[in-house]
């Protein structure tokens, strides 16, 4: 039986060889719990986030941070997966948005995704809605997934939305990261927003299947 408390605590204290060994434990075990294992390494990170605003984590303790829940992702990967992934791959866009360099979640979300079968293309960070309406465009994507962590990410996720509008096109889209809320989805008029990876997985495969 695993301990998801020890080991939200672990990622909370970047203990790397607690983490990995707990996560390989769940993995042992059948993956069966993986979705769990997930939860308590966010839970962790949010302590991470904590540890930052108080200033006893400095941006080395976040890099790591979010090297370390990467690595989970890719250790829980087989398991995260669901459905077929060996199918048709539905292309989407991944990308920080304009004025936000942040990008831990981002790969987080991307490596998720792609464990589901999607084709993501990952745009990168200080992304301008010129280049995610470009892109869609070019590549008849249907799915946009904008992340951003500074409160000034939901100005630039409101405009990138009202280009991909203006440009008549008709993609669903989706928004995460630190300052987003139900409020925020109705400013930018998104479509939906998440906080985990994992309700961004299954908004994205509903979209696919529709």
Same mark, same amino acid.
């Given at each position: 039986?695993?301990?998801f408390?020890?080991?939200?605590?672990a990622m909370?204290?970047l203990?790397?060889?607690?983490?990995?060994e707990l996560?390989e434990?769940?993995m042992?075990e059948?993956?069966?719990?993986?979705?769990?294992?997930?939860?308590?390494?966010q839970? /962790?990170m949010?302590t991470?986030?904590?540890?930052f605003?108080e200033?006893?984590y400095f941006v /080395?303790?976040?890099?790591?941070?979010?090297e370390?829940m990467?690595?989970?992702v890719?250790?829980?990967?087989?398991a995260l997966?669901?459905?077929?992934a060996? /199918?048709?791959?539905?292309k989407m !866009?991944?990308c920080?948005?304009?004025d936000?360099?942040?990008?831990?979640?981002?790969n !987080?979300?991307?490596?998720?995704?792609e464990?589901?079968g999607?084709?993501v293309?990952?745009?990168?960070?200080?992304v301008?809605a010129?280049?995610?309406v470009?892109?869609?465009?070019?590549?008849g994507?249907r !799915?946009v997934?904008l992340s951003?962590?500074?409160?000034l990410?939901i100005?630039?996720m409101?405009?990138? !939305?009202?280009?991909?509008?203006?440009?008549g096109?008709?993609c669903?889209?989706?928004i995460?990261g630190?300052?987003?809320?139900?409020?925020?989805c109705k400013v930018? /008029?998104?479509?939906e927003w998440?906080h985990s990876?994992?309700k961004t997985?299954?908004?994205?495969?509903?979209?696919?299947a529709?």
């Amino acid at each position: 039986m695993i301990d998801f408390e020890k080991l939200a605590q672990a990622m909370g204290e970047l203990d790397e060889d607690t983490v990995v060994e707990l996560l390989e434990a769940v993995m042992a075990e059948g993956g069966t719990e993986a979705s769990k294992a997930m939860e308590a390494c966010q839970k /962790g990170m949010d302590t991470v986030g904590k540890l930052f605003e108080e200033g006893e984590y400095f941006v /080395g303790d976040l890099i790591y941070a979010g090297e370390l829940m990467t690595q989970a992702v890719v250790i829980l990967k087989d398991a995260l997966a669901t459905g077929d992934a060996s /199918g048709p791959k539905i292309k989407m !866009i991944l990308c920080t948005v304009k004025d936000d360099l942040h990008d831990i979640g981002k790969n !987080i979300v991307k490596a998720m995704l792609e464990a589901n079968g999607f084709d993501v293309l990952d745009l990168g960070i200080d992304v301008p809605a010129e280049k995610v309406v470009e892109t869609a465009k070019a590549e008849g994507i249907r !799915i946009v997934a904008l992340s951003g962590v500074l409160t000034l990410a939901i100005d630039s996720m409101k405009a990138t !939305i009202e280009a991909l509008k203006e440009a008549g096109l008709d993609c669903k889209v989706i928004i995460g990261g630190a300052p987003v809320s139900e409020a925020a989805c109705k400013v930018t /008029g998104a479509d939906e927003w998440a906080h985990s990876p994992q309700k961004t997985i299954q908004t994205c495969k509903a979209w696919a299947a529709e």
